[in-house]
Nanobody, 126 residues
């Protein structure tokens, strides 16, 4: 069992940057693959970025490649999402998610995740 708490959301102008953090409870976070998903108003929840349990492999949605970076610090039980060159279409609630993995695979689907945070709102103004 792990509890995830996101922070770092807010209002930013287009072209700006934000850094989201996701802190996990428990002492075995290094056993979990993790990821970030976002949900715009009236739309489904979509994959944004994923990272394997060691932090050595990452995956990004095409829409954020070159602008977003995912990383993790297992000593701090924390996953980060650095978001640069933000666009209005990046607006939404950003959710952190995690799942126990025996392998070093990255998980990129909503159904593939077990644990979810409550989300943090990111609003990008034009």
């Amino acid at each position: 069992q792990v509890e995830l708490v996101e922070s770092g959301g807010g209002l930013v102008q287009a072209g700006g940057s934000l850094r989201l953090s996701c802190e996990a409870s428990g002492r075995t976070f290094s056993s979990y693959a993790a990821g970030w998903f976002r949900q715009a108003p009236g739309k489904q929840r979509d994959f944004v970025a994923g990272i394997n349990k060691s932090g050595g492999t990452t995956s990004l949605a095409d829409s954020v490649k070159g602008r977003f970076t995912i990383s993790r610090d297992n000593a701090k039980n924390t996953v980060y999402l650095q978001m640069n060159s933000l666009k209005p279409e990046d607006t939404g609630v950003y959710y952190c998610a995690a799942v126990v993995r025996l392998s070093q695979a990255v998980v990129t689907t909503v159904d593939g995740m077990t644990y979810w945070g409550k989300g943090t709102l990111v609003t990008v103004s034009s």
